[in-house]
């Protein structure tokens, strides 16, 4: 058959038409009145998307741009920080730490878990300026506890400020930053809002912006303050990706038409159309006896999927890539080979979700070669995942044909 090439990656995810469209067309220099008020509109529904009243800002670079400035700007060199991690970018908030001469605690839960809060609870000296994690660790597909950790801080009346990579968190999971007391909550273009690389986002609290004048940590294109300043006149420090920020503001049309004219509204909607994807594919993965590698928290951004015994699942992205020009991701540094990544974030509906089912059972049969392979059983299993959720009628898998019998 043909074959459509489709990312079903945790980053890049599929683009909206929409927002392709809006880059092509877009050819504005950044220092006119029309960019500023494009600038100003996105910055402010980027605010609505992350469900905060602190300050936004846009960067232009990947999402790790961001947690470098949410280091540099929060820290002096020397500063203890305590790092929660259970997986590739939760190393990175601790190589982050380390280049910028912190003194990097932390605590570590292994790939696939999420840590519990009693050994965060432990690990809070008096000393620990910041604390980093991430609320969906998107090498194992874990979901970690961001509220839990937020109010371990609140209750304790801990001064640690609380800095999340929530590069596939946002769009994918319920946060209030405000009341939780969320100081950087940080995103990137290539998740969960549909565009291409390139742009970093963040919020930034009070606190955050106080603690800022005293630290020492060097810095200078990632200065926050320097954006803050030149984003509240419309502007940005440096020259900004302006063709992605009109991509930006596209998805926002987007998501707030989806959320009937509410972007909040429109946010939730993507989170819950994540988590219905997530649900399906976690049901489909089941009924096909493979084992999940996050089952106990696992995050709605995607699901991190084990490959029977003896076959690597560098495999099954090879199988699916071969057979069907659909890109997952393989797991990443030891994890390589162990399992593989199906992605739930942006711009993927009910008909991409069973055709990725649909696909994982044909993958499955053909690298397994199992003597008797049953199809339809994971596409089954999703199947009644969404009737469930939409309140559709439907008998149970195997009443039918008792019934008959
Ligand atoms: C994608 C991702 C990053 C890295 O972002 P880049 O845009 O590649 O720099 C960091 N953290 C998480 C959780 C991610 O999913």
Redesign the pocket.
């Known amino acids: 058959m043909l074959r459509k090439n489709r990312l079903f990656t945790?980053?890049p995810t599929p683009l909206l038409p929409s927002a392709q469209n809006a880059m092509a067309a877009f050819g504005m220099h950044h220092r006119t009145a029309d960019f500023r008020t494009l600038y100003t509109r996105t910055l402010a529904d980027l605010k609505a998307f992350i469900g905060t009243n602190n300050d936004c800002l846009l960067l232009a670079?990947?999402?790790?741009?961001a947690?470098e400035a949410s280091i540099s700007n929060l820290t002096s060199p020397g500063d203890t920080i305590l790092v929660l991690t259970a997986g590739k970018?939760g190393e990175?908030w601790a190589d982050l730490g380390k280049a910028y001469g912190c003194k990097v605690e932390m605590v570590k839960a292994e790939y696939g878990q999420t840590f519990p809060l009693e050994a965060v609870r432990q690990k809070l000296s008096a000393d620990v300026r910041v604390v980093y994690m991430?609320?969906?660790?998107?090498?194992t597909g874990v979901r970690h506890d961001v509220a839990g950790v937020a109010k371990l801080l609140r209750d304790s009346k801990h001064e640690a400020l609380l800095v999340v990579?929530?590069?596939?968190?946002l769009g994918t999971t319920k946060f209030d930053v405000d009341g939780w007391g969320l100081d950087i909550v940080?995103g990137?273009s290539?998740?969960a809002v549909m565009i291409p690389?390139g742009l970093?986002y963040l919020s930034v609290s009070e606190r955050a912006w106080q603690r800022m004048e005293s630290t020492k940590s060097p810095r200078y294109y990632f200065d926050l303050r320097k954006e803050r300043k030149a984003a509240s006149k419309g502007e940005s420090a440096f020259t900004p990706a302006t063709s992605l920020i009109a991509g930006l503001g596209a998805a926002f049309d987007f998501i707030r038409a989806a959320g009937n004219g509410d972007l909040a509204a429109g946010r939730d909607l993507l989170i819950a159309n994540a988590e219905l994807a997530a649900a399906m594919t976690r049901a489909a993965a089941s009924a096909l006896d493979l084992q999940l590698y996050a089952p106990t928290a696992p995050a709605a951004?995607l699901t991190a999927i084990i490959p029977p015994a003896g076959i690597d699942s560098g495999v099954f992205v090879k199988g699916f890539r071969e057979m069907f020009d659909a890109v997952i991701a393989n797991g990443q540094g030891d994890m390589k080979g162990k399992l593989f990544r199906i992605a739930h974030l942006g711009y993927f509906d009910y008909l991409d979700t069973i055709a990725i089912i649909g696909g994982l059972e044909q993958v499955t049969a053909k690298v397994t070669q199992r003597k008797s392979f049953e199809f339809g059983v994971a596409v089954r299993a999703a199947q009644q995942i969404y009737a469930d959720a939409n309140g559709i009628a439907y008998e149970p898998a195997g009443a039918l044909a008792s019934a008959k019998a």
């Open positions: 945790p980053g670079s990947s999402g790790s741009g947690m970018f990175r991430q609320a969906t660790e998107s090498s990579d929530a590069i596939t968190g940080i990137g290539q998740k690389p970093a951004a």
